[in-house]
């Protein structure tokens, strides 16, 4: 949505002038005004930034990137009107404007303009026009008579930018919302630039309401109602000529409604910003006035403002809530009216009775409104911002939309869904349909009861009775078959809504008593009453939470869902139906190993979190936090259970042993957590997991035994603190010998075990001491790197390839000199590695990694070896090769600081001539100034080393750095942009600069 950061970053720069020193830190000029933004100018920059041809594409790209930018500049160039008309341009020809435009605008093209029409918006709307009008009104008043000349064409250029990007602003209002609601059209190139312009409309909300555009959301909500736009700006009203058909209407409303939900969610996510203060002094400069003005302090720095500062953020933002819940009502009666039609499967259309088609069709379309107005309640919710319950007119209000939520919920919770309305059942694959429909309108409906939650608990408190144990109730009855049939968003609110009941303090008997815990100063600050302690009702007014007959029965339902016997029951169903490997799952165990271990670690790293498993998972840790300790029971006693009770060579008793080791692996935090273990691992892991880890499996073992042996691999590796120091030796040689399973799956999980058990290793030396977990690593490192290797040849994906290259590279950290005997094996196995890893930026940076701790551990014997050369000085060239795009971002810094290790083992008797040949690259990189803290650092040990032929080349560009950082430390800008003297030694330069 905004452009890239184009914030600066510390770098060499250009040459310094060296003519005049003193002015090298002022505040640059800016840019100069772009060319005319005409709009045949602008569709032939657009054609033109789509061709293969870089000569042709890279000023075509340049020229817009200028337009979007001249409102941040205040050029005038009319750049987003000329947008409106290319995306317009039927429109556009027929109505005979002045503009027009040759021939006929591709499809293409209006798509690119859409895109850049509503990238641009932020750029121009967040323009403060009425702060810079007040800024030429006082630099009018106060010009001084030095720069009188250039003081007025500076008012004059402001002054026609103001006016212009003023119309402009106007037009948009007027032209954006016909765009959207005229010209109806269903292909697939239409659709994607309408989702552009709903979300250049929710930009124009996120800076335009209420202020430039108070009526957006009332006249959205109006053609949601009518299907016909009645109001076409802030100021202009006229009345659409859309078509009478139907058909037309119903895509006209579901397009409204889902752009009032763009703007509903830009309008409550805005942040209020505080602008920096103007002293008097500042204002006096003017348009580039003489002398020099104190420092204006940040306003947040003065603490006496404290208070008028939140108050007046604070005013604005209820101001813009209270303006943006007046469709509250309209958006409570649509959500009643269109879920009945969905679930009866009737029709708000005017039209009667049709044929079937029109039946289906307009049926879906109320589907749709009644999923879209429940979204856009789900917006409204946390502005209301009911403070007072017992007081508020609008409370009564909100329950009524609460208890209609609660009853859509209910109509719809069924699944798959049953009930076929009379009028539809004659059609094909409506069942399906219906299933799909209804899913959508109840995720819908606990998506809004999340949010109401979350911002207005005790109002909810009513419904959790009803919803809670609906929610709960599919977990606990329905077949596994039939739970992960499901969609797995649903799966996800369903188990996020009993989270969130669960951390919900109001909902928890225990800790009523601690609610109400507000910062009273802060609750005055922010214009809040009672900001004390809530829970004792000091008022007498009723107001006490604890009280409130709603919440103690949500507490009562809470304190069932944790009763002995159904919580229990509810783990045992978390653990079997959502954690337990499913049969897909253990299919792709077998064709597909890789595939199913990055899968596994995705999940483990929580970056797939749309799964059943991670969903699972989330809701069993924030069980496990509720009730800690009888969660670990009931893990530990249902893991004994199925160890002892069901048949040891059974797949599904595997499959769930499996499991159970899965929960445990997941609540490790908690059941070995400091203070209390509830968990006697070192017991556990010699009676069980240690058996498991030495049994040698073949690849026709069944899945679930090598499943079950991999799990216990990633088991020990959360646990592997606990691990005594004779405990750690037989975990470590046990899985090293595991990286050579047949099993990929087990192997992988081996590997990235033993990288972490070495980095530990490391993290627990005591006192310049070798601890017993490091005496272990070093005792099996070889054994396990000639696994690693071996490994590396199995494997095809970059991914596991990249986790076998960490796991060398812990192993030489680990282990440092004391592999120097097994140094050329190591080095053997690098050059095919480098031949495989192609333009990989994860595995040349793992290359680097295990380049690097060879060469600090065991020094110039590692750099001289013909086997390490063939891979180092290649890759060094590889990483710092900054002609390459995306080379610099990625790996030049890995690539410099291998370079410098290199450096500081090389002697140039036997490594002369090769680092010599690296200097023009180093010359580049100094020259681009890019990385220059370790570009210069590399360039200083060169100089000692190889002497003065590495300076030499460079002496101008030397002097000229020296002037320049010379300059920084006695003259800076300020954050104003005025020059400040800096006192003795006490430079404000950054912490590289100086190093520099």
């Not at 669960?502 to 009273?520: F, S, V």
């Not at 040849?793 to 290259?805: F, G, K, P, Y």
Request: some cysteine; proline content about 5%; charged content about 20%.
């Amino acid at each position: 949505m905004f452009s890239p950061s184009t914030f600066p970053t510390i770098s060499l720069g250009a040459p310094a002038n060296l003519v005049s020193t003193t002015t090298s830190s002022r505040q640059q000029s800016p840019p100069p005004p772009p060319p005319p933004a005409d709009v045949n100018s602008v569709l032939t920059a657009i054609r033109n930034s789509t061709s293969h041809q870089n000569s042709i594409r890279h000023p075509s790209e340049q020229l817009l990137q200028q337009w979007s930018d001249s409102y941040l500049h205040h050029h005038s160039c009319n750049y987003l009107t000329s947008l409106l008309y290319i995306i317009d341009w039927e429109s556009s020809s027929n109505n005979n404007s002045t503009t027009t435009i040759g021939g006929v605008v591709e499809e293409s093209s209006r798509l690119m303009a859409a895109i850049l029409f509503k990238n641009c918006i932020p750029k121009a709307f967040s323009v403060p026009i009425d702060t810079l009008v007040e800024e030429l009104t006082a630099a009018s008043s106060t010009t001084s008579s030095d720069n009188e000349t250039t003081t007025a064409q500076q008012q004059q250029q402001l002054h026609v930018f103001i006016d212009q990007l003023t119309q402009e602003r106007n037009i948009i209002r007027q032209t954006l919302p016909k765009l959207l609601f005229h010209g109806v059209r269903t292909t697939n190139n239409d659709a994607t630039l309408m989702l552009h312009l709903q979300l250049a409309l929710s930009n124009i909300a996120l800076f335009d309401f209420p202020t430039g555009w108070p009526t957006l959301l009332e006249d959205l909500m109006s053609v949601v109602q009518n299907g016909s736009l009645g109001v076409v700006g802030a100021a202009t009203t006229a009345t659409s000529c859309l078509d009478d058909d139907d058909a037309t209407r119903r895509i006209v409303r579901i397009r409204a409604i889902k752009a009032l939900r763009m703007c509903l969610s830009s309008i409550r996510h805005r942040r209020i910003v505080v602008p920096k203060g103007r002293g008097g002094g500042r204002r006096g400069g003017g348009f580039g006035g003489g002398g020099r003005q104190p420092q204006q302090q940040h306003p947040l720095m003065d603490m006496c403002h404290l208070e008028s500062l939140i108050g007046k953020a604070v005013h604005e933002r209820k101001e813009v809530h209270r303006m943006a819940c007046r469709i509250f009502n309209g958006l409570a009666e649509g959500i009643v009216q269109h879920a009945q039609l969905a679930v009866t499967g009737g029709s708000s259309s005017s039209s009667g009775v049709g044929p079937e088609r029109n039946d289906y069709a307009a049926w879906q379309t109320e589907c749709k409104l009644a999923t879209q107005y429940i979204k856009c309640i789900t917006e409204v919710i946390p502005m209301l911002e009911v403070e007072q319950v017992h007081s508020d007119p609008r409370v009564p209000v909100i329950r009524s939309l609460l208890d209609n939520l609660t009853q859509i919920s209910q109509a719809v919770k069924s699944y798959p869904f049953v009930s076929i309305p009379s009028n539809l059942q004659g059609l094909s694959s409506i069942q399906q349909e219906m299933t799909i429909q209804m899913d959508k309108l109840y995720r819908a409906t606990l998506t809004c009861g999340l949010n109401s939650m979350k911002y207005q608990p005790q109002l909810f408190a009513s419904q959790i009775p009803t919803v809670l144990p609906s929610v709960v109730e599919p977990i606990l009855m329905m077949d596994e078959a039939v739970l992960q049939s499901m969609p797995v968003k649903r799966l996800i609110i369903m188990t996020s809504f009993i989270q969130m009941v669960l951390q919900c303090a109001l909902y928890d008997e225990r800790r009523k008593d601690r609610l109400g815990g507000n910062n009273a100063v802060l609750s005055m600050l922010m214009g809040r009453k009672g900001g004390g302690a809530g829970g004792n009702d000091e008022s007498g007014d009723g107001s006490n939470p604890n009280n409130d007959p709603a919440v103690i029965a949500a507490r009562e339902t809470v304190s069932a869902l944790l009763a002995e016997g159904t919580i229990e029951r509810l783990i045992e169903c978390i653990v079997g139906k959502f954690l337990m490997l499913h049969p897909d799952e253990v299919e792709e165990w077998e064709s597909d190993p890789e595939g199913r271990y990055e899968t596994d670690l995705a999940e483990e790293a929580i970056l797939d979190a749309a799964s059943p498993r991670h969903c699972g998972g989330a809701l069993l840790m924030t069980l496990m936090n509720v009730e800690t300790d009888r969660v670990a029971k009931t893990l530990l006693d249902l893991t004994q259970r199925v160890f002892q009770q069901l048949p040891q060579d059974d797949v599904n008793s595997m499959l769930s042993r499996e499991a159970c080791y899965r929960a445990l692996e997941l609540c490790h935090n908690s059941m070995i957590a400091t203070g209390k273990r509830r968990l006697n691992f070192s017991d556990w892991f010699q009676a069980e997991l240690l058996p498991i880890l030495r049994t040698e499996l073949t690849e026709n073992n069944p899945v679930a035994m090598r499943a079950m042996q991999a799990r216990a691999v990633t088991l020990t590796k959360a646990y592997a603190r606990s691990l005594k120091g004779e405990e750690f030796d037989a975990a470590f040689q046990a899985i090293a010998k595991l990286m050579a399973a047949p099993d990929l799956v087990t192997a992988l999980c081996a590997s990235r075990c033993i990288d972490y058990l070495a980095i530990l290793s490391v993290q627990e030396r005591e006192s310049g001491e070798d601890s017993p977990q490091l005496l272990a690593v070093r005792n099996h490192s070889v054994f396990a790197l000639g696994n690693a290797f071996a490994l590396a040849n199995r494997a095809e994906s970059e991914e596991c390839l990249r986790v076998i290259l960490m796991c060398v590279s812990a192993l030489v950290e680990a282990n440092g000199v004391y592999l120097e005997p097994v140094l050329q094996a190591i080095a053997e196995q690098l050059p095919p590695l480098w031949e495989r890893a192609g333009d990989s930026v994860p595995i040349h940076s793992c290359l680097l990694s295990v380049l690097t701790h060879l060469i600090m551990k065991m020094g110039y014997s590692t750099v001289e070896n013909s086997h390490v050369q063939a891979v180092l000085f290649p890759l060094l060239d590889y990483c710092t090769d900054i002609s390459v795009v995306n080379r610099a971002e990625t790996l030049l810094e890995d690539g410099l600081r291998l370079w410098l290790v290199t450096l500081l083992s090389s002697r140039v008797a036997t490594m002369g001539p090769k680092l010599t040949s690296m200097l023009p690259r180093l010359h580049l990189i100094l020259r681009s100034g890019l990385e220059p803290h370790l570009s210069l650092k590399v360039l200083q040990f060169n100089s000692i080393l190889l002497g003065k032929q590495v300076v030499e080349p460079l002496g101008d560009f030397l002097r000229e750095l020296l002037v320049t950082l010379t300059s920084r430390v006695h003259v800076k800008a300020n954050a104003s942009g005025d020059e400040m003297e800096e006192d003795g030694g006490n430079s404000g330069g950054s912490s590289k600069e100086k190093d520099v």
